[in-house]
């Protein structure tokens, strides 16, 4: 499997990294290494200085797809989670600014948080969710679907359009605005609507 992920998809985000609204989806990719799932502890790397966390919503790809329609997106993903796309900011900020690729800032073992999956059919709307990240039991990230630049549909067809989608893939949607640092001893706690997703400590 392989987890793709899209940035910049809130306007508040955007501005609090003084980046730019970009026409087009801001893609990027991690490995399957970079999964860290059943709230088991992140270690903080010792590669860079700040690790962020960016929580985002998860879309689990269950069926094959490639050139797929924004109209038959939907038929693509039957389940949403939640996770943490752990950002080496400190190292991104020097790969960005040398036009240098992403992945040592992104795509690292266990920058992937992952929750447990649930069925979409469990949200009226899969364009209404709203979604949040407590940090040691203070809200520090809020969002809603509503507020994505591009939708799930869209941000589905669009990834199909390069990367043949397949079973098992999952697509980590963007953040919202309140990106910031982790330290030793930190509980992060992700919510779904009012519901406890995943929970799990910083070492
Ligand atoms: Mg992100």
């Known amino acids: ?38 709230g088991n502890p992140f270690y ?14 998860l879309v689990k790809i269950n069926k094959l797809g490639k050139n797929i329609e924004p109209e038959f997106a939907h038929r693509y993903y039957d ?24 992945e040592k800032c992104k795509a690292f ?10 069925p979409k059919s469990v949200y009226p709307d899969i364009n209404n969710i709203n979604f949040h990240l407590d940090v040691n039991g203070e809200t520090r990230q809020k969002g809603n679907s509503s507020m994505m630049i591009y939708k799930i549909d869209t941000i589905v067809s669009h990834l199909s359009k390069y990367f043949t989608l397949k079973i098992g893939d999952i697509i980590f949607t963007g953040t919202p605005a309140g990106v910031g640092p ?19 400590m910083i070492k």
């Open 1 to 38: 499997m392989k987890i793709l992920c899209i940035g910049r998809n809130y306007v508040d985000h955007i501005k609090e990294l003084e980046n730019e609204v970009s026409g087009d989806p801001v893609v990027f990719l991690k490995p399957e290494t970079a999964l860290l799932r059943n």
């Open 44 to 57: 903080i790397p010792d590669f860079a200085d700040e690790f962020h966390y960016e929580v985002e919503l």
């Open 79 to 102: 389940e949403i989670g939640i996770g943490i796309d752990f950002t080496a900011r400190d190292l991104q900020n020097k790969l960005r600014n040398k036009g240098l690729p992403w």
């Open 109 to 118: 073992d266990s920058s992937a948080a992952v929750s447990e999956f649930v």
């Open 182 to 200: 982790v330290k030793i001893d930190d509980r992060l706690q992700l919510f779904i609507e009012d519901e406890l997703m995943l929970d799990f």
